[in-house]
Protein backbone atom coordinates (compact mmCIF):
# COMPACT_ATOMS: atom_id res chain seq x y z
CA UNK A 1 0.00 0.00 0.00
CA UNK A 2 1.10 3.44 -0.75
CA UNK A 3 1.97 5.77 2.44
CA UNK A 4 2.10 9.39 2.30
CA UNK A 5 3.25 10.25 5.69
CA UNK A 6 2.78 13.91 7.58
CA UNK A 7 5.41 14.52 10.02
CA UNK A 8 3.03 16.33 12.58
CA UNK A 9 -0.80 15.96 13.07
CA UNK A 10 -1.14 18.74 15.39
CA UNK A 11 1.08 21.84 15.13
CA UNK A 12 0.22 25.42 17.36
CA UNK A 13 2.65 28.45 15.92
CA UNK A 14 2.48 31.82 17.01
CA UNK A 15 1.75 34.93 14.19
CA UNK A 16 4.85 35.55 12.35
CA UNK A 17 6.82 32.04 12.99
CA UNK A 18 7.94 30.66 9.59
CA UNK A 19 6.50 26.93 9.70
CA UNK A 20 7.30 24.05 7.89
CA UNK A 21 4.64 21.13 6.77
CA UNK A 22 6.49 18.43 6.03
CA UNK A 23 5.49 15.17 3.93
CA UNK A 24 7.35 11.73 2.40
CA UNK A 25 5.32 9.13 0.10
CA UNK A 26 7.28 5.95 -0.16
CA UNK A 27 5.70 4.69 -3.69
CA UNK A 28 8.07 6.93 -6.26
CA UNK A 29 5.13 8.64 -7.04
CA UNK A 30 6.07 11.65 -9.62
CA UNK A 31 3.06 13.83 -8.62
CA UNK A 32 2.62 15.24 -5.31
CA UNK A 33 0.14 18.23 -3.93
CA UNK A 34 -0.77 20.09 -0.70
CA UNK A 35 -4.39 21.23 -0.11
CA UNK A 36 -6.34 22.83 2.21
CA UNK A 37 -9.58 21.92 4.05
CA UNK A 38 -11.81 24.34 5.74
CA UNK A 39 -15.36 23.42 6.79
CA UNK A 40 -17.59 24.71 3.89
CA UNK A 41 -14.81 25.13 1.55
CA UNK A 42 -13.67 21.67 1.00
CA UNK A 43 -10.39 21.29 -0.66
CA UNK A 44 -8.29 24.00 -2.34
CA UNK A 45 -5.06 23.11 -4.08
CA UNK A 46 -2.06 25.95 -2.72
CA UNK A 47 0.94 24.19 -4.48
CA UNK A 48 2.18 20.92 -6.77
CA UNK A 49 5.33 19.15 -8.02
CA UNK A 50 5.34 16.91 -10.97
CA UNK A 51 9.03 16.10 -10.60
CA UNK A 52 11.73 17.28 -8.36
CA UNK A 53 12.69 20.69 -8.36
CA UNK A 54 9.51 21.60 -10.09
CA UNK A 55 6.41 23.24 -8.73
CA UNK A 56 3.25 24.97 -10.16
CA UNK A 57 0.42 27.27 -8.35
CA UNK A 58 -2.91 26.01 -7.19
CA UNK A 59 -5.64 28.18 -6.97
CA UNK A 60 -4.58 29.45 -2.90
CA UNK A 61 -0.52 30.11 -3.12
CA UNK A 62 -0.59 33.35 -1.40
CA UNK A 63 1.32 33.16 1.61
CA UNK A 64 2.78 29.41 0.97
CA UNK A 65 6.09 28.18 -1.17
CA UNK A 66 6.93 24.83 -1.41
CA UNK A 67 10.05 22.87 -1.71
CA UNK A 68 10.61 19.59 -3.10
CA UNK A 69 14.35 18.63 -3.38
CA UNK A 70 14.00 14.95 -3.49
CA UNK A 71 11.41 12.74 -5.21
CA UNK A 72 9.75 11.47 -1.99
CA UNK A 73 9.92 14.53 -0.07
CA UNK A 74 7.18 17.59 -0.44
CA UNK A 75 7.48 20.25 1.76
CA UNK A 76 4.77 23.14 2.29
CA UNK A 77 6.52 26.52 3.80
CA UNK A 78 4.44 29.53 5.81
CA UNK A 79 6.54 32.15 5.62
CA UNK A 80 5.50 34.22 8.29
CA UNK A 81 2.39 32.63 9.90
CA UNK A 82 -0.84 34.71 10.24
CA UNK A 83 -3.97 33.58 12.05
CA UNK A 84 -6.09 32.76 8.86
CA UNK A 85 -3.37 29.78 7.84
CA UNK A 86 -5.53 27.99 10.61
CA UNK A 87 -6.66 25.27 8.65
CA UNK A 88 -6.00 21.65 7.89
CA UNK A 89 -3.39 20.64 5.67
CA UNK A 90 -3.44 17.57 3.76
CA UNK A 91 -0.61 15.90 1.24
CA UNK A 92 -0.91 13.87 -1.35
CA UNK A 93 0.35 12.15 -4.05
CA UNK A 94 -0.42 9.87 -7.69
CA UNK A 95 1.98 8.35 -10.16
CA UNK A 96 -0.20 9.71 -13.22
CA UNK A 97 -3.12 11.90 -12.77
CA UNK A 98 -3.37 12.35 -16.24
CA UNK A 99 -4.13 8.74 -16.69
CA UNK A 100 -6.68 8.68 -13.48
CA UNK A 101 -4.09 7.01 -10.94
CA UNK A 102 -5.96 8.15 -7.84
CA UNK A 103 -4.51 10.65 -5.57
CA UNK A 104 -2.96 9.21 -1.80
CA UNK A 105 -3.45 11.00 1.16
CA UNK A 106 -1.50 11.70 4.04
CA UNK A 107 -3.44 11.93 7.59
CA UNK A 108 -3.41 15.70 7.39
CA UNK A 109 -1.56 18.55 9.66
CA UNK A 110 -4.03 20.58 11.87
CA UNK A 111 -2.41 23.86 12.24
CA UNK A 112 -3.17 26.78 14.27
CA UNK A 113 -1.80 30.19 14.17
CA UNK A 114 -2.33 32.22 17.21
CA UNK B 1 -15.88 27.47 -16.13
CA UNK B 2 -14.76 23.62 -15.14
CA UNK B 3 -16.40 23.04 -11.82
CA UNK B 4 -17.73 19.83 -9.47
CA UNK B 5 -20.87 20.63 -7.56
CA UNK B 6 -22.18 18.20 -4.26
CA UNK B 7 -25.88 20.26 -3.97
CA UNK B 8 -26.05 18.77 -0.19
CA UNK B 9 -24.05 19.88 2.70
CA UNK B 10 -25.90 16.90 4.85
CA UNK B 11 -27.59 13.81 3.89
CA UNK B 12 -29.15 11.20 6.69
CA UNK B 13 -29.87 8.14 6.12
CA UNK B 14 -31.34 4.97 8.72
CA UNK B 15 -28.97 1.87 8.96
CA UNK B 16 -30.07 -0.48 6.42
CA UNK B 17 -31.66 1.91 3.76
CA UNK B 18 -30.06 2.45 0.41
CA UNK B 19 -28.09 5.99 0.27
CA UNK B 20 -26.80 8.69 -2.58
CA UNK B 21 -24.89 11.30 -2.02
CA UNK B 22 -25.08 13.25 -5.17
CA UNK B 23 -22.14 14.96 -7.07
CA UNK B 24 -22.44 16.62 -10.78
CA UNK B 25 -19.69 18.09 -13.39
CA UNK B 26 -18.84 20.31 -16.01
CA UNK B 27 -16.03 19.85 -17.57
CA UNK B 28 -14.39 19.95 -21.52
CA UNK B 29 -13.35 17.24 -22.82
CA UNK B 30 -14.07 13.20 -21.15
CA UNK B 31 -14.57 13.59 -17.04
CA UNK B 32 -12.40 11.34 -15.09
CA UNK B 33 -14.12 11.32 -11.80
CA UNK B 34 -13.90 10.28 -8.87
CA UNK B 35 -15.14 9.63 -5.32
CA UNK B 36 -13.26 9.45 -1.66
CA UNK B 37 -14.24 9.69 1.68
CA UNK B 38 -12.63 11.16 4.79
CA UNK B 39 -13.46 9.67 8.61
CA UNK B 40 -12.72 12.35 11.28
CA UNK B 41 -9.35 13.19 12.00
CA UNK B 42 -7.59 11.47 9.07
CA UNK B 43 -7.11 11.83 5.20
CA UNK B 44 -8.74 11.49 2.38
CA UNK B 45 -9.50 7.49 1.06
CA UNK B 46 -10.02 6.77 -2.75
CA UNK B 47 -13.76 4.85 -3.19
CA UNK B 48 -13.57 4.40 -6.75
CA UNK B 49 -13.77 6.25 -10.33
CA UNK B 50 -14.78 6.30 -13.20
CA UNK B 51 -12.56 6.52 -16.22
CA UNK B 52 -14.45 4.58 -19.38
CA UNK B 53 -16.34 1.56 -19.98
CA UNK B 54 -19.43 0.57 -17.76
CA UNK B 55 -21.77 3.37 -16.50
CA UNK B 56 -21.79 1.58 -13.40
CA UNK B 57 -18.66 1.26 -11.50
CA UNK B 58 -18.11 -0.32 -8.23
CA UNK B 59 -15.62 0.60 -5.57
CA UNK B 60 -15.13 0.08 -1.97
CA UNK B 61 -16.85 -1.07 1.03
CA UNK B 62 -19.94 -1.94 -0.78
CA UNK B 63 -20.10 1.53 -2.46
CA UNK B 64 -20.82 2.02 -6.14
CA UNK B 65 -21.41 5.01 -8.44
CA UNK B 66 -23.49 5.49 -11.90
CA UNK B 67 -22.06 7.70 -14.35
CA UNK B 68 -24.96 10.09 -16.16
CA UNK B 69 -23.24 11.60 -19.18
CA UNK B 70 -26.70 13.45 -20.52
CA UNK B 71 -27.09 14.72 -16.67
CA UNK B 72 -23.32 15.17 -16.01
CA UNK B 73 -23.70 13.26 -12.91
CA UNK B 74 -21.81 10.94 -11.09
CA UNK B 75 -23.71 9.75 -7.91
CA UNK B 76 -22.54 7.80 -5.23
CA UNK B 77 -24.80 4.68 -3.76
CA UNK B 78 -24.82 2.04 -1.33
CA UNK B 79 -27.81 -0.36 -1.23
CA UNK B 80 -28.05 -0.25 2.54
CA UNK B 81 -26.27 1.74 4.72
CA UNK B 82 -24.12 1.14 7.49
CA UNK B 83 -24.23 3.21 10.59
CA UNK B 84 -19.80 2.89 9.83
CA UNK B 85 -20.47 4.55 6.40
CA UNK B 86 -20.99 8.01 8.79
CA UNK B 87 -18.17 10.23 6.99
CA UNK B 88 -17.48 13.02 4.79
CA UNK B 89 -17.50 12.22 1.16
CA UNK B 90 -15.72 14.08 -1.79
CA UNK B 91 -16.37 13.47 -5.81
CA UNK B 92 -13.76 15.21 -8.05
CA UNK B 93 -12.74 15.54 -11.39
CA UNK B 94 -9.99 15.45 -13.69
CA UNK B 95 -10.06 19.25 -15.13
CA UNK B 96 -8.12 20.23 -18.40
CA UNK B 97 -5.50 23.25 -18.28
CA UNK B 98 -6.00 25.66 -15.47
CA UNK B 99 -4.02 25.72 -11.87
CA UNK B 100 -6.08 22.86 -9.61
CA UNK B 101 -3.56 20.61 -10.68
CA UNK B 102 -5.71 19.04 -12.90
CA UNK B 103 -8.12 17.73 -10.10
CA UNK B 104 -10.71 19.72 -8.40
CA UNK B 105 -13.13 18.50 -4.97
CA UNK B 106 -16.52 19.42 -4.54
CA UNK B 107 -16.87 20.96 -1.09
CA UNK B 108 -18.11 18.04 0.30
CA UNK B 109 -21.47 16.08 1.70
CA UNK B 110 -21.40 14.72 5.08
CA UNK B 111 -23.14 11.34 5.48
CA UNK B 112 -24.95 10.67 8.73
CA UNK B 113 -26.19 7.17 9.16
CA UNK B 114 -28.40 6.15 12.46
CA UNK B 115 -29.10 3.13 14.10
Known amino acids: DVKVTQSSRYLVKRTGEKVFLECVQD?????MFWYRQDPGLGLRLIYF???????EKGDIPEGYSVSREKKERFSLILESASTNQTSMYLC?????????????FGNGTRLTVT | AQSVAQPEDQVNVAEGNPLTVKCTYS??????LFWYVQYPNRGLQFLLKYITGDNLVKGSYGFEAEFNKSQTSFHLKKPSALVSDSALYFC?????????????FGKGTKLSVKP
Open chain 1, 92 to 104: ASTQALLNGSPLH
Open chain 2, 92 to 104: AVRVYGGSQGNLI
Open chain 1, 27 to 31: MDHEN
Open chain 2, 27 to 32: VSGNPY
Open chain 1, 49 to 55: SYDVKMK
